[in-house]
């Protein structure tokens, strides 16, 4: 959960409420029905809006390397250690944000490169490849990593390009009405043999029928596919999953 976010939501909230006090505690409006309806809505609006704040702020607590969950580490490391690449190999991590998984992952292989690609949306203003790279940096493994702009939906790589394909909660927050295609365009640059470890909200509503997905991979000859359930208390509990809304998280493994 990336402070940008949370600093954009908080701008509107101060905007919701000074309009509500422009409109309803000011002279604008002549007093009257009007004027009250407007003072309601934006009143509602500026709660909503904070409660949304709130909610953000708590996640990202969660999630924070400096708090004393540091969900996000759990996880990282959690996906990175199902990442195994051969000597002089080449990883491909999607959706790579702030280089986090891209970074564990090439410490855990220091005989291999991996790559990360992002698009880096204004929603997510505070991740940038720039901080990818001093991250790299900091952690030592800056000679063996490298990060460019990509779209998860066509990636810029040919068929099996990558001896392994990884990410962590991405393909969630792509609008799309098929989301196993954006699984299938990743797996698409894996080659024969390679590994997958792909983190998400793998829920019904977002994905669509998943246990279907890994029966049609297995179908189409994968060697291994799993689905496995991560709000067991493998990456979090049950509990943390609901309030965070991150009911259906789960990390799709095998090998092709």
């Known amino acids: 959960m990336p402070k940008g976010m949370i600093w954009g939501v ?13 409109f309803g505690l000011s ?8 004027k009250n309806v407007v003072f309601v809505i934006f009143l509602v609006a500026t709660v909503f809006v904070a409660c949304v704040v709130l909610w953000l ?21 959690g996906v990175a250690d199902r990442v195994v690449l051969p000597e002089g190999g080449c990883g491909l991590d999607v959706g790579c944000g702030s280089g986090a998984l891209a970074i564990a992952v ?11 690609v992002d698009r880096w949306g204004a929603e997510y203003a505070s991740f940038s490849k720039n901080l990818c790279e001093e991250n790299a940096r900091i952690e030592g493994v800056a000679d063996r990593t490298s990060f460019a702009k990509g779209d998860a939906v066509h990636l810029d790589f040919p068929d099996e390009s990558f001896d ?52 049609r991979l297995k179908d189409m ?8 359930d991560t709000t067991n208390g493998l990456f979090m509990t049950r509990w943390e999953a609901t309030w965070m809304t991150l009911s259906g998280s789960a990390i799709l493994v095998g090998k092709k």
């Open 106 to 116: 090439a410490k855990r292989n220091p005989q291999a490169y991996v790559k990360g």
């Open 10 to 22: 908080f701008a509107g909230c101060m905007g919701c409420l000074a309009l509500t006090l422009v």
């Open 27 to 34: 002279g604008l409006l002549a007093d009257g029905t009007l």
């Open 164 to 215: 392994a394909v990884f990410s962590n909660y991405v393909y969630h927050n792509i609008p799309s009405r098929d989301r196993q295609a954006i699984l299938l365009e990743t797996l698409r640059v894996l080659k024969k043999g390679g590994t997958f470890a792909i983190h998400d909200i793998f829920s019904h509503l977002k994905y669509g029928d998943m246990k279907a997905f890994v029966q």
């Open 221 to 228: 000859g994968y060697e291994q596919v799993e689905l496995i």
């Open 57 to 77: 702020t708590l996640m990202h607590r969660v999630f924070s390397y400096d708090g004393k969950r540091q969900m996000s580490r759990g996880i990282i490391d």
